[in-house]
Every structure is written in C-alpha cells, then in structure tokens.
C-alpha cells in the first residue's frame, strides 16, 4: 500500500473516483486530513475541509485555502501555488481514543482473570462440571474479544503508532492502580506484592539509567572493522551504528516484576487462605492480578524514565530570550537572530552570541573554515529541539514570526532547511516531491524540477522511482532543491548545495535563486562554491562558533583576497579571550608560539584602551584588522573612542621610561609595537600598530622556544 494511500485510510473521509487523466498521471492520493513528519526539516502536512463519495479508487479533494500563493513581497513568483502546513502532533482526540481502547483491553484481560475464581468456587467445590466449559468458552470470547479490540485500536489510529503505545501504556498503569486499590481494600497485604514489584521496577530502571551503558546491536571486533568502514559489509555498518536508546536490561526489570508480583501475590494469598481471610477460590485470581498489574506498573515506569525515539540523546533545552525592539522598524523585518548560543552537555560553546540580519530578498553567504559552526547555526534556526544533548537560547523571527514556534495548525511554510545530505522519505519521487499532495501541485512540482534538471526525461526518472532515498546524489540533491522551491518559504537554509551536485544543477540553482529573491526571499548560503558565493550580497565570516566578520560580499571578499582578516566583538573587556584565540589563528606555522604570545598581548591591550572610552557603549561593536607581512604584522582597532592626543602619546612615553609599576593600556601598546599611528577615518577612531614577528622555518631552535619578539 502506497503512502498516500495510508495516509487517506488515517483520514476516514469520502473519497471521488480518478479520472482516466489522473490515472494515467499516477493519481496520487491527497488526505483531506493527515500528519506529515518533517521533510526538509519543516513539517509539511495536509489540511483537508471537503470530499466526496462516488466509489471506485480512492482519492480526495484539497481545499483551496491550502493551495494559497503567497511570498514576502506579495504574489508568488512563480504564479502558482505553495504548500501549507502544520508542525508534527498527537491531537488531543487520539489520546482519548486510545485510553478508551487500552482501558476496556485491560478490563477484559483482569476479567479473565477472575475466571478461576468461579472454576475453582463452581466446579472444585460444588463438582458442577457443566460450568467448566462454559467458563472456558466465556474467557475465549473475552480474550477474542480483547484482541478485537487491540486491531480496532491500531486502526483507529494508524500512524500514530509511537504515540499509541505510549498512551496505552499509561492507560494500563492507571487500571493498575485502581486494581491495586481493590486489593488494598479487600486486605491490606493484598496489595503489598504490586507496591513492591512496582518500586523496584522503578529502582532498577533508574539505577540502569544512571549507568547509561550504550550498546550497539552489534559490537565488531577490531579486525572486523575493516571491511564494515571498507563499505564491503553494510549491514555490520547499520547494525553498529545503531545504539537503542533503551537499556537491554529494561525488559529483564519488567519481567522480574511481573513474575516477582505473581509469585508474592500467590503466596500472600494463600497465607490468607489458609487463615480463613479470604477464600481459597481467590488465590489464582489474586496471584493473576498482581501479575498483570506490576508489568503494567513497570512498563509505563520504563517508559517514563528512558527515552522514547522522539528523544534526542542526552536531553536538550531550548531558551527563548526576551526579543530587543528593531531600530529600522520601516519595511519588512527579514531575518533577524539575537544572542543566539549553543552549547554541548559539557557546557562547551558551539555557538555564541550570534547576532544576524538579513532583508527580505537578501542572499547572505556563511564561510568559514573547518568547525567553524556554519552547519550548527542552520541547523539550530531550524529545529534546535533536535540538537542531541545541547542547550540553546536566543531569539529568532522571520518577518517578525517566531521560527521556534511550533503549532498543530495549518499555516505556510516558514523556512525550509536543506542539508548537506537531503533528506527523502522511502517512498515515491513524486510523493517526497510534493510532500504527498496532489492536484495543481503535481504538475507545478514537474516544472520547477525540470527548470533544475534541464530534461523532461530525467524528471520522469526521478518522479517515477519508487524509493527516493535510493536516488544518485545528483538527483537526490535536484529533488530536494525542488521541493523546498515548491514549498516557496519566505527563508531559505542551504547548507552546501554544492555537495552531490553536477555543475549544470549549480547553475540552475543560482538562476533559481536570482528568481527567487525578486519576490522577497532570503536566503543563507553555507557555500564555498564560487558561483554560488558571487550571488550572495552580504558575506558572513565564521570561526570558532561566533560571527568575526559580516559585511558586503565585494567589500569581505576584496579584504580576504588582500590578505586581511576582521574580528567584531563587543566593546568590553570579557572580550578579551576572542580576540586573543582569533589572534593565535592567524599564526598556522609550526613554531608560531612566540609570535601569537606577542601579537595576543598587544590586540589585549588595544581592547583595554578600547574600553577606558565605552562607558555605555558595552553593546557596541568594535572592530580588530589583521594582516600579516614578511617580519612584522599591522593590528587596527576601529571604534568610536576619542582620538588619540600626541600629548597622551608623550605622557605614555613618559610613563614607560620612568619604569613605575604596571604601564597603562596605550603605554604598553606603544612598548610592544615598532610603530603605533591613530588617526580618524569615516568619523571612527583607527589605531594601527605595527609588531615584530619571525619567520620560524628561518629561526634557530632556541629562537622558536623562547624568543619574542621585541619592540
């Protein structure tokens, strides 16, 4: 059964029969209702309001309003049509539905359970041996019954097979409960077994939880290695890579409570027999029910304390900081990203104070070298609730919407994220291109993939595949570039489109994004493609998970071609420990040790002076110039601080050969530097020192070791 087909059965509404045009196109089947999981790490589901019932195969009829046109500057570019949406959920009726199902499966199960009662009661004592099958038929049906029960349930809510486990298992502690309650009253030791199973079902499913013991469904050997990483033994690969993350003891624990809770209610009950407390018939009964009970207890306790697939490893946490007010509140709001940050579980920044903007119609290009954080910042605008154990805070809006706003209602598509790696279910090109929606959409989905593969005949290729996730890179890139232009967000997040993809894609693509951007799109580009970076108008410099340079493309690609590099930061003195790691990346030679020490002492001290004239301007940013030149290197600090005096230049002089105590900040600078020139450009303060450096491929050892350079 295809997708879309599931997908219709989930929505329980009339359908119309194809006609021959449909059929002979595929006739994809459109829920009128559904939940689509994420595609392009935005949720791209189906909101349906009418369908009719003339028999025949099955499809259904999509309501207009969720084929609206729309972009950032008005009327879609594309004349056509765009996918609404709704963010993955369990709707509130599910949950109703499958505690209703689950409660009546457990009443039939503890009914049965009861049975022995009147066996022994009925047929041991009073020798009626009429009864005895007549009981047995009675339980059939109930046990029949139950199963019945158990099919209506999934297919009442098919596709929502996650969710219908873990509500079932909540149901079925809850019945547990109020079994346990009945036996309390009936005895107070009646009770004691399910009590006691239960807590130490919870005891040894916290202590397995807090040993963490991660283990793969396959542990190799060292030599096995080599043909699992030599991509000769696929299988090993899946099979070790997959870590489930529930303990394999966690089973063990529930089985260990039920059988302990059957064999302490057997054995409470019979003591009570034998004292004439209740009655002999009761004690199978007894020792069923806390049987059923403690698993019951058990199962949903290892439910509760290990995570479910929807979890990710090690818990992450999402801050939403309060949003500062725009200054340019004229015209669209664009992209704007405020003290964005993420760290990993150990606290180690990933992210930091990230600070961007981009106006609508904008194409800003991210670089920056290796772990520098370009992938992590798309990846964190787009679903930070998927960072594996990572925190992260900050404000994002698109358009002034909140892009961490997650809502089970049907709206349009925010932004669409395509990754390095696309991401294609296993069903159907045309399915995963349309994000299995049907009607104008399929045909507006065709030509925006032929505008990118130049043929007619590779779009029936990659539309008629039956596994998208088995398509060549090329064309699995082409697809997913295709979907997100169908999907026509108002942002766009491309991390490396470059990668798997043939030169005539590139090309496509950056024609696309021309077109694009004239209806108000904005696009951020992780990219060191060069066709790709000449399209882009602002250039965003990464290193280290911060923003050290951003600017016009031509102005930062015209300063990185001349060799120089640009750092902002806040004017404040917490600063200080970027700018001395930006400072040491720029010396990469083995044996650059004394060079970084010397050059970082004076960028330090520049930042000091810097912020003797910021009182109140904590928030600024300044900026640091780099460039390095054959036995010296030039420093500039731009800000907005007073100038420089030549009668603070001859004090600080001064300062230094009177030799007293710890020198001031300029007095240091003008130490260590061979020369030190303020002047005012563009109505900001520059200061640009010269320092002293070495060459030490020409240095000696001794050199290399302890030499610095001197003023």
């Not at 013991?213 to 060292?222: G, I, K, Q």
């Not at 340019?328 to 903007?357: C, M």
């Not at 395509?418 to 090109?429: F, M, Q, R, T, Y």
């Not at 020369?675 to 020192?689: G, L, Q």
């Amino acid at each position: 059964m295809s997708r879309s087909s599931r997908l219709l059965m989930r929505s329980g509404l009339p359908w119309r029969p194809l006609t021959k045009r449909e059929s002979e196109r595929g006739g994809l089947a459109a829920p009128s209702f559904g939940r689509q999981d994420i595609v392009n790490g935005h949720a791209a589901m189906v909101r349906a309001e009418q369908s009719d019932e003339k028999g025949g195969i099955m499809t259904a009829s999509t309501d207009s309003d969720m084929l609206e046109g729309r972009s950032a500057g008005g009327e879609d570019s594309c004349a056509g049509t765009v996918l609404r949406g709704r963010d993955r959920s369990s709707p509130g009726w599910a949950r109703v539905l499958s505690w209703t199902f689950s409660a009546l499966i457990a009443i039939g199960i503890l009914t049965v359970a009861v049975v022995p009662v009147y066996l022994d009661r009925l047929v041991v004592e009073r020798g009626e041996t009429l009864v005895a099958p007549l009981l047995s038929v009675f339980a059939v049906t109930i046990l029949f019954g139950t199963m019945a029960l158990e099919y209506a349930h999934a297919r009442a809510l098919r596709g929502f097979r996650y969710a219908r486990t873990r509500f079932a298992r909540s149901a079925q502690a809850v019945v547990a409960v109020m079994v346990f309650m009945v036996l309390e009253f009936l005895h107070p030791a009646l009770g004691l077994p399910v009590l006691i199973a239960s807590s130490v079902a919870w005891l040894a499913v916290a202590w397995l939880d807090r040993r963490d013991e991660a283990e793969p469904l396959w542990d190799f050997l060292p030599a096995e290695s080599v043909p699992v990483l030599g991509g000769r033994d696929m299988t090993g690969f899946r099979l070790a890579a997959t870590v489930p993350k529930h303990n394999g003891l966690s089973g063990a624990v529930v089985r260990t409570a039920a059988w302990g809770a059957l064999l302490g209610g057997f054995a409470t009950a019979a003591w009570l027999a034998a004292r004439e407390v209740i009655d002999t018939s009761a004690v199978a009964s007894v020792a069923l029910l806390s049987f059923w009970s403690a698993g019951a207890v058990a199962r949903h306790v290892v439910q509760r304390r290990q995570p479910g697939p929807e979890a990710v490893d090690g818990g992450n946490e999402v801050v939403r900081l309060p949003r500062r007010e725009r200054e340019d509140v004229a015209g669209p709001a664009g992209l704007d990203i405020q003290g964005l940050a993420v760290t990993d579980r150990n606290g180690k920044a990933i992210l930091t104070d990230v600070d961007l903007e981009a106006k609508p119609g904008s194409v800003v290009g991210i670089i920056g070298g290796a772990a520098a954080g370009k992938s992590m910042l798309l990846r964190a605008l787009a679903d930070p609730f998927s960072l594996a154990g990572c925190h992260v805070r900050g404000n994002v809006s698109m358009n002034d919407e909140d892009l961490w706003e997650r809502s089970p209602q049907s709206r349009a598509a925010t932004l669409v994220h395509v990754g390095a790696v696309p991401l294609h279910l296993p069903e159907s090109g045309l399915d995963n291109l349309t994000c299995f929606h049907g009607g104008a959409l399929v045909d507006r989905g065709r030509v925006v993939l032929e505008q990118l593969l130049y043929s007619a005949d590779a779009v029936d290729r990659v539309t008629r595949t039956s596994r998208a996730n088995e398509l060549s890179s090329s064309d699995a890139k082409a697809l997913a570039l295709a979907r997100a232009f169908l999907v026509a967000p108002p942002l766009y997040l491309f991390d490396r489109p470059e990668d798997g993809a043939s030169e005539e894609l590139v090309t496509a693509l950056v024609e696309r994004i021309g077109a694009e951007r004239r209806a108000g799109r904005t696009f951020l580009l992780c990219t060191s493609h060069r066709a790709l970076l000449e399209t882009c108008d602002r250039l965003v410099v990464m290193h280290e998970g911060r923003i050290v340079d951003v600017g016009p493309a031509a102005e930062v690609r015209s300063r990185m071609t001349s060799g120089w590099s640009r750092l902002l930061v806040r004017r404040q003195l917490e600063s200080e420990d970027i700018l001395v790691n930006w400072i040491r990346s720029q010396f990469r030679r083995n044996g650059d040790e004394a060079n970084r020490r010397a050059v970082s002492l004076v960028a330090a001290e520049l930042l000091a002076l810097s912020c003797q004239s910021s009182v109140g301007m904590a928030e600024e940013k300044i900026s640091f110039e780099f460039k390095n030149f054959q036995g010296h290197c030039v420093i500039r600090l731009r800000d907005t601080g007073p100038e420089i005096t030549s009668g603070q230049i001859e004090s600080a002089r001064a300062e230094l050969e009177g030799g007293t105590g710890r020198a001031s900040p300029l007095a240091e600078v003008i130490r260590r530097s061979l020369s030190f020139d303020p002047r005012a450009e563009d109505e900001r303060r520059v200061i640009e020192v010269k320092v002293e450096t070495y060459d030490p491929r020409k240095a000696t050892g001794a050199k290399k070791a302890n030499a610095t350079p001197s003023a």
